[in-house]
């Protein structure tokens, strides 16, 4: 039986981060489930926080300060240091976009070292919270929220750390630069999401 083509496709990429990439579809969608559980978050704290008179809540102890509000120094350094990080990454997007190696390799690793500082300050910034986790409500969820974004640092720097030693490795080809643009989509909405859970964690207990 004899074939014939019905549409000529040679010239089509055979990658592409677009409406038409399943690799688009699955990040996004992923996006889109990790954003509907930080908004669950939100909306957690808001309706635990509408159940006290005071917010935060005393703490039981006796000792001064009863309700201690979150200490802004290190949340808002980690702040600046995530928007910062903006930049190296899209230097690393566009230079994998544009075939250009050396670019990409040192975007990357500007990305996974303010990555790493973003981690130690995350620690410093649990510390500076004044709640245990198990102090109250207050403490459970200001703790969870601040333990699933560090979650996602985590995971968007070890998957730089990967693609950055990949790119230090092996030649560039059309499918690890889609990764790379993978890769940057996720970092801003790590960015990002982080700039309305700060406002949460830092802001609203001090308009309350």
Excluded at 184 to 206: E, H, K, Q
């Amino acid at each position: 039986m004899s074939t014939r083509p019905i549409i000529d496709v040679s010239e089509l990429p055979h990658h592409g981060f677009n409406t038409l990439d399943t690799i688009w579809w699955g990040n996004n969608l992923l996006l889109a489930i990790e954003t509907s559980m930080f908004v669950l978050l939100i909306a957690t704290y808001f309706y635990l926080r509408q159940n006290f008179e005071l917010w935060p809540p005393p703490l039981a102890q006796l000792t001064a300060p009863l309700n201690p509000l979150p200490d802004l120094g290190f949340g808002t350094a980690n702040t600046i240091l995530l928007l910062i990080s903006c930049a190296p990454m899209i230097w690393a997007d566009v230079s994998a976009r544009r075939g250009s190696q050396s670019g990409t390799q040192r975007g990357l690793l500007i990305c996974l070292l303010i990555g790493i500082g973003a981690m130690v300050l995350r620690g410093f910034e649990f510390r500076a919270v004044k709640f245990r986790w198990d102090s109250n409500a207050y403490g459970s969820i200001v703790w969870f929220i601040l333990g699933m974004h560090m979650l996602h640092l985590l995971t968007v720097t070890c998957e730089t750390l990967l693609l950055t030693g990949w790119s230090f490795m092996r030649e560039f080809d059309m499918k690890h630069r889609v990764d790379i643009t993978a890769l940057a989509v996720y970092w801003y909405w790590v960015v990002g999401i982080w700039m309305v859970l700060y406002a949460v964690v830092y802001f609203a207990p001090r308009v309350s």
